[in-house]
């Protein structure tokens, strides 16, 4: 899968809503079409700033919250609402709505346990009003 391009993709999140998002993985090699994910696990990662020690949060295929249409080459992210309701966001910000700047990335592990990075970027968590 080293013929596939990691793309920057900022995202934008909201406490305390379901957060979901489609991944269709496509490779140069293949004409663009989308890539066979049979045998692939995915794993992302927000975290505060690249180097922190602690990610805010781990989705995974192993986990249920990446699941695959192995086929069309097409991933489902999800993460409910308990769990984007515990992202820490600065109230004090002077951003309306408030907002705090996370980073991310997802990682794709073929059968042949090589990685690919899909995307990356910041994912802005703004704040819940409504609780």
Same mark, same amino acid.
Request: charged share 20%; hydrophobic share 35%; with cysteine.
């Given at each position: 899968?080293?013929?596939?391009?990691?793309?920057?993709?900022?995202?934008?999140?909201?406490?305390?809503?379901?957060?979901?998002?489609?991944?269709?993985v496509?490779?140069?090699?293949?004409?663009?079409?989308? +890539?066979? @994910? $049979?045998?692939? !696990?995915?794993?992302?990662?927000?975290?505060?700033? &690249? %180097?922190? /020690?602690?990610?805010?949060?781990?989705?995974?295929?192993?986990?249920?919250?990446?699941?695959?249409?192995?086929?069309?080459?097409?991933?489902?992210i999800?993460?409910?609402?308990?769990?984007?309701?515990?992202?820490? +966001?600065? @109230? $004090?910000?002077? !951003?309306?709505?408030?907002?705090t700047?996370?980073? &991310? %990335?997802? /990682?794709?592990?073929?059968?042949?346990?090589?990685?690919?990075?899909?995307?990356?970027?910041?994912?802005?968590?703004?704040?819940?009003?409504?609780?």
């Open positions: 899968m080293s013929d596939i391009e990691t793309i920057r993709y900022d995202l934008n999140m909201w406490q305390g809503a379901t957060f979901a998002l489609t991944v269709a496509k490779s140069a090699a293949n004409g663009l079409n989308n +890539v066979n @994910l $049979t045998g692939c !696990s995915a794993r992302m990662q927000l975290r505060e700033q &690249y %180097d922190s /020690n602690t990610a805010a949060e781990t989705l995974s295929s192993s986990n249920g919250e990446i699941v695959f249409d192995t086929a069309n080459g097409v991933m489902s999800e993460l409910d609402a308990d769990r984007t309701a515990n992202i820490q +966001v600065d @109230l $004090t910000s002077t !951003s309306k709505p408030p907002k700047i996370y980073v &991310y %990335d997802l /990682n794709l592990t073929d059968a042949n346990n090589r990685v690919t990075k899909l995307i990356y970027g910041v994912v802005n968590v703004y704040g819940d009003v409504t609780r």
